[in-house]
């Protein structure tokens, strides 16, 4: 498996391992590692102000995490996520 996820078919085919019931979260790396629950899912247009490394063009998935952390993420996620 590659290193990065950078389509949803990509994205798909990680998940489709795991049961459809199993609690889903967006894990962050920084002073603490951190995961959120999912907000929103939404797909909008290329980058107009061409600050983008993709053509303007190419539409783009974003995955909204909801505001506040969920919890503190398990040190055996962290390390399956290779950050410890």
Known sequence: M????????????????HDPATPVRIATAGAEFMDYTIERVTCSPGDTDNDCDLPNDTPVVHIAAKDSE???LPDSAATALGWM
Not at 2 to 17: F, K, M, N, P, W
């Open 70 to 72: 969920c919890c503190c």
């Open 2 to 17: 590659s290193d990065s996820i950078t389509t949803v078919g990509e994205l798909i085919a990680a998940l489709v391992a």
